[in-house]
């Protein structure tokens, strides 16, 4: 006689494991959906009953971390330095939860509602456990086989630090700190999930800027072999970074599809992608700044501190490590030490946020420059242009082994003192503090790296994925182009770029030509997808290369057909070729005559395929310089950012409006870090934000009209000259901000050293001041 729900159980175990040919018997149709239950507590031991969520109305099944740890494998990591420690992350908990937000359970029901409903009654039992909310490495140890709370270290550095530092003549010495910050794109995440009806292959729709990655990861953590899992991807609603990297949700709703044998699908909400995204920044940087009594750099000390969160995500240590590289800006500094200690606390896992490390890096230096130039009587502009590398210089090694390409730094300088008119703005803005008005000018110098991809510097940096790019082109018979790409298109206007690179390769109009991209099986490898500004110049340079292969192609097909035997002989006439006798070929008979294959050159194959994959050989530094007047009130504290110049130079422009669209877009996401958005946690370990009436982007009328000023210098390290764009905007906002903020305080404080500057604690140290020189005056 059988056991009382041994049917059950053993019913339950064949989907779990993936038993093909029970999947396939017992295989249904339509769409179900999935509820995340996530830990309402930082740090406990949990104990979950799951039973009476099971048994309520339209429930198709509650997977909790005993069901699904056993036939799936906790993710890998993208960014798996060998300086990092060990820690799985796996789809749902199993005894024991590290932070608000850590995915338990999952319902899946017929619809969200039920799915919401049923998700109420799955029950945790926590046993609450000593809580490591500001990053300590001797806090209380949220892996008990580490040492500490350190998830790793490294450090970059040149020369003789220590006599350098005994010699300036200044020390400049300050704590520089980022917030943490919510990417906030537009449409939050989004997974369904569909396998054939022997469970055997995937098909995975879902939110994300790299497709190919996602793939390996599902491969991976389904145990399956990558050509069994197939990637989609449509509009993505914006990204900024936070989708940059595969999510546990995305194995988690695979899991479940395969185990009920009917697609499911899971939306994250608003108020749950405050905790179940990425968050970015989050790090301190200690800095210790030697100068000569002329204002040139003598020697530089930066200590990084890097906020990790919960779990060791899929990027690692990576933002840390590029904040403590790129803390020497464009500047000349020979004797330097810069480390990094990157610490998990009980919060949500840091993950990529537009600028990568680079805007915590440029925060630091540019806080610590203006104060030397301060202390030394120098002007903000002149420090800078003492110290910044020449074109001469140019590549220039860090001290950190990154080359600086090309640039002409001081130019681009000069150029936004000369736009802004700086001595006549300060000394207008000193008269205004004359008069009471606290009105404040500042300037921020950055380099941005670009063209993220050589896959020999990403492997030795611990980067799983190379940083190679592919690209197709195809014509068909009647002249219509198609470029298949990795890349992904996220609001950022790539599309456009490649479409107008192969339309201007070929000779056709760009309404010749589409673009195909968001399917792992149609479209070509590419090992990192959309991110660390490489859009322009990797992937373009390998439409460029792919594009003119093809025009290269058609050219010797229209030399046969012609009759010519000299290519030099066959001439361009945009959508076509003509001889010396005055007979044309266009594209469009080109392409019929290719397919129809009855008169082709030697050796040419029937059809026109082209195709080009592209590995650059270093990043390129994309580079600017901006000024900013702001006015603080003194009423509420509120910053008013009324005027705002951004030099900027990317090398070639491949579209100009995109690029000023760019420049924008990152400059309103720095004005919101910077004044604004903040993602605070309580002293047990709670977040603050949960929800959008908790968290305050930045609105139309927080940001001036951008008045931009463009160079043109060409990277020798990319095909076509571009680099990239996609972070510039949003580097130095928080350093000029903050330094036209503290010019308009007058006086030394540390409510500059930190970012958001919010009004409440501007108005908290005007309160301050004013009690200091006026003890019975109030605000």
């Not at 068909?476 to 790409?485: F, N, P, Y």
């Not at 195709?611 to 603080?632: I, L, Q, R």
Request: aromatic fraction near 6%; proline fraction near 6%; charge should be negative.
């Amino acid at each position: 006689m059988t056991a009382p729900g041994t049917t059950e159980r053993n019913h339950r175990a064949r989907l779990l494991t993936g038993d093909a040919r029970y999947l396939a018997d017992n295989a249904s149709t339509g769409d179900l959906h999935l509820v995340v239950v996530r830990s309402r507590q930082p740090h406990a031991k949990i104990t979950v009953d799951a039973d009476p969520a099971r048994s309520a109305p339209g429930v198709q099944m509650v997977l909790t971390g005993s069901d699904i740890r056993p036939a799936t494998s906790p993710m890998q990591m993208m960014w798996n330095a060998p300086i990092q420690a060990s820690a799985p992350t796996w789809s749902l908990a199993g005894d024991r939860v590290r932070y608000v937000g850590e995915p338990i359970a999952a319902v899946v029901a017929d619809d969200p509602y039920l799915a919401e409903d049923a998700a109420e009654l799955v029950a945790v039992q926590y046993d609450p456990l000593p809580v490591s909310i500001q990053p300590d490495p001797d806090g209380p140890r949220l892996y008990d086989d580490w040492p500490d709370n350190v998830f790793g270290r490294t450090r970059f550095e040149a020369g003789d630090l220590e006599a350098a530092l005994d010699a300036a003549a200044l020390v400049v010495r300050g704590r520089y700190g980022h917030d943490r910050v919510a990417g906030l794109p537009l449409e939050t995440r989004g997974v369904r999930a569909e396998w054939t009806s022997d469970g055997q292959a995937l098909t995975l729709t879902t939110s994300t800027q790299s497709p190919h990655q996602v793939r390996a990861s599902l491969a991976h953590t389904l145990q399956i072999a990558p050509h069994e899992v197939r990637v989609l991807c449509g509009d993505i609603g914006g990204a900024f970074g936070t989708k940059a990297c595969a999510y546990v949700e995305e194995t988690l709703v695979a899991f479940a599809a395969r185990a009920v044998r009917r697609p499911v699908r899971w939306i994250e909400s608003r108020a749950e992608s405050f905790v179940a995204t990425v968050h970015g920044r989050g790090a301190t940087v200690d800095i210790e700044l030697g100068l000569a009594s002329d204002g040139t750099i003598s020697g530089l000390r930066a200590q990084v501190l890097l906020d990790c969160g919960a779990t060791p995500y899929m990027v690692g240590l990576g933002t840390g490590i590029v904040t403590a590289a790129m803390v020497f800006g464009p500047y000349r500094i020979a004797d330097a030490l810069s480390e990094l200690v990157g610490v998990v606390t009980n919060k949500t896992p840091i993950g990529a946020y537009r600028g990568f490390g680079m805007p915590e890096a440029t925060f630091a230096i540019e806080r610590a420059l203006d104060e030397g130039a301060r202390r030394l009587d120098l002007d903000p502009v002149e420090i800078r242009r003492r110290n910044m590398l020449q074109p001469h210089e140019l590549p220039h090694w860090t001290p950190a082994m990154l080359c600086l390409d090309s640039g002409d730094y001081r130019q681009l300088l000069d150029k936004v003192s000369d736009r802004i008119d700086w001595p006549r703005t300060r000394a207008t803005a000193a008269d205004a503090r004359a008069g009471g008005r606290l009105i404040g000018v500042g300037i921020a110098s950055y380099v941005e790296a670009t063209n993220f991809g050589p896959s020999l510097t990403s492997a030795m940096m611990g980067i799983s994925n190379p940083g190679h790019d592919r690209a197709v082109v195809r014509i068909d018979d009647s002249g219509q182009v198609t470029v298949l790409t990795g890349q992904m298109p996220m609001g950022q206007g790539l599309d456009l770029v490649l479409i107008q690179i192969a339309a201007e390769e070929i000779g056709v109009p760009a309404a010749r030509v589409s673009l195909v991209w968001g399917d792992t099986l149609a479209c070509p490898y590419t090992g990192y997808g959309s991110g660390g500004s490489r859009g322009a110049g990797v992937a373009g340079s390998a439409v460029m290369t792919a594009a003119r292969q093809m025009r290269n192609r058609l050219r010797a097909l229209a030399t046969h057909l012609l009759g010519v035997e000299d290519t030099a002989a066959v001439h361009d006439i945009g959508d076509g070729f003509r001889d010396d006798s005055g007979n044309t070929l266009s594209i469009t008979q080109l392409a019929a005559a290719a397919y129809r294959a009855t008169d082709l050159p030697a050796g040419m194959e029937p059809g026109l395929e082209t195709s080009y994959s592209y590995d650059p050989n270093a990043f390129a530094f994309s580079y600017g310089t901006v000024a900013a007047v702001v006015e603080v009130s003194t009423d509420t504290g509120a910053v008013d950012v009324q005027r705002l110049v951004f030099g900027h130079d990317c090398g070639r422009q491949l579209n100009p409006k995109i690029v000023a669209a760019q420049i924008r877009g990152g400059v309103a996401q720095g004005i919101g870090a910077t004044l604004f958005e903040h993602l605070p946690y309580t002293e047990d370990g709670h977040p603050a934000v949960q929800s959008l009436w908790d968290y305050f982007p930045p609105l139309a009328a927080n940001v001036p009209d951008i008045e931009l000023v463009h160079t043109e210098t060409p990277s020798p390290f990319s095909l076509n000259g571009a680099k990239g764009v996609g972070e510039s905007g949003v580097i130095p906002i928080a350093a000029v901000i903050a330094n036209a903020i503290r010019d308009a305080l007058g006086h030394d404080s540390q409510v500059t050293d930190s970012v958001p500057i919010t009004a409440e604690r501007l108005l908290e140290e005007l309160e301050r001041d004013r009690r200091i020189t006026d003890p019975s005056a109030t605000i």
